[in-house]
């Protein structure tokens, strides 16, 4: 069975400045998706970044962006120039590409900004 | 704008209660799934159902049971609600295919007492 693996439950950075966190799964699949959500506060799940194992090139959403090792199955997201509003939990999760399987989550990492 | 609306944002129940939360989605998504979130455990898959009446099992199916009679609507049913079933709990709907988005709901807070 696939697993995603979120090391780290808390993180902090300064308004401003960047963090890296990080995210790690296992499968034996050759092609999948992997995505970051984001849930601030307020609760509402939110999609932040998507990438598709077979593209090489590392997926960017503005001030987001991902550092995919497929080889080493790892899969770490970077916001750069961190605002108030990035503060919330963070979920990396994974989807083999079967058309109706479900994301596997990991355990999230909460992350705060300081003013 | 793709939603996903649950029925209630927070619920108190008593133990013993049959308890019904309710999730509707508007864009005619095939896939509909039921998560419960607790703090250090992140999201586990509770039930999903990739069409209208079909439903299948997740990790973590015990205590629970769904309804989905009709493609908008999926509903998770605590038969008989306990303490330990104190949680969040987000719905979510995706569309049929490879590259689709899964979009969630804004959670309902259960409370057993």
């Known amino acids: 069975a696939q697993t995603v693996t979120q090391s780290q439950p808390e993180m902090s950075v300064q308004e401003a400045e960047t963090v890296t966190l990080s995210c790690t799964y296992d499968?034996?699949?050759?092609?999948?998706?992997l995505f970051w959500y984001k849930q601030p506060p307020s609760r509402q799940m939110i999609l932040v970044i998507r990438?598709?194992?077979?593209?090489?090139q590392n997926a960017t959403e503005n001030r987001f962006s991902v550092n995919f090792q497929k080889a080493a199955k790892s899969f770490s997201l970077k916001i750069s120039d961190s605002q108030l509003g990035d503060a919330a939990m963070y979920f990396c999760?994974?989807?083999?590409?079967?058309?109706?399987?479900?994301?596997?989550f990991g355990k999230g990492t909460r992350l705060s900004v300081i003013a | 704008d793709v939603k996903v609306t649950q029925s209630s944002r927070y619920l108190v129940k008593r133990t013993g209660e049959k308890v019904f939360l309710e999730c509707v989605q508007d864009?005619?998504?095939?896939?509909m799934f039921w998560y419960r979130q607790d703090p250090g455990l992140g999201l586990r898959l509770i039930y999903f159902s990739y069409d209208v009446k079909m439903k299948e099992k997740g990790d973590i199916p015990e205590g629970y049971s769904v309804s989905r009679e009709k493609k908008e609507r999926f509903s998770l049913i605590l038969e008989s609600a306990s303490t330990n079933q104190t949680s969040m709990y987000l719905c979510?709907?995706?569309?049929?295919?490879?590259?689709?988005?899964?979009?969630f709901g804004a959670g309902t807070r259960l409370s057993v007492l």
């Open positions: 979510a709907s995706r569309q049929g295919g490879t590259k689709n988005i899964q979009y």
């Open positions: 864009m005619d998504h095939e896939n």
């Open positions: 999760a994974y989807r083999t590409v079967s058309g109706n399987t479900p994301l596997v």
């Open positions: 990438q598709e194992a077979y593209k090489q």
């Open positions: 499968t034996s699949e050759s092609d999948y998706y």
